[in-house]
């Protein structure tokens, strides 16, 4: 009996000292990415600004190949939300286009519903480069509400690897 309550104080402990630990944590996460296209500015930018596309390249839109999807409005402008429902990798939400600067920059907004509400700002910037080259930047952005901040440091590496990944499947594709 004194086992199971020693085990049960310690466990206590535990989520306690990550409670207080997360009252200290920054609540805002932002990681961001960068990658040069051997591929023309006005190209690259075309095939991003339309949702759809992601699905070709975005690690997380792969993670499920039979979710089901639904749309909004005309993809590749602003107010176009495109929707989906998937497995447990997949979750469930949606991706709304929030501003559209030609050329240059798409700014959305993620929001998850499955596994858990939360919603952050994800942005693709566009640079020109000699030789015919496009950097691409890629930024995602928001907010953790305690306690779940506790979780940043862990979602800014795995966001940044998953985006690494991300970009590396955008660049095979624009450049075929």
Do not use: C
């Amino acid at each position: 009996m004194n086992t199971i309550i020693t085990i049960l104080l310690v466990v206590a402990g535990i989520i306690a000292l990550l409670l207080i630990m997360a009252l200290f944590m920054k609540r805002e996460h932002y990681v961001n990415r960068e990658i040069v296209i051997n591929a023309p500015r006005q190209k690259v930018f075309d095939f991003l600004k339309l949702l759809k596309n992601q699905d070709q390249f975005n690690k997380w839109a792969r993670a499920d190949k039979d979710r089901k999807e639904t749309t909004k409005g005309t993809d590749g402008t602003v107010g176009y939300i495109y929707s989906w429902s998937g497995n447990k990798s997949a979750g469930e939400g949606e991706k709304e286009i929030m501003n559209i600067i030609e050329g240059e920059r798409i700014e959305t907004e993620i929001r998850f519903i499955k596994p858990m509400r939360i919603s952050a700002r994800v942005i693709m910037e566009t640079e020109s480069l000699p030789g015919n080259q496009t950097k691409v930047n890629l930024v995602n952005a928001g907010t953790l509400k305690y306690p779940l901040n506790i979780m940043i440091p862990i979602a800014e590496k795995n966001f940044a690897k998953d985006m690494d990944t991300s970009l590396s499947a955008l660049k095979n594709i624009l450049e075929k």
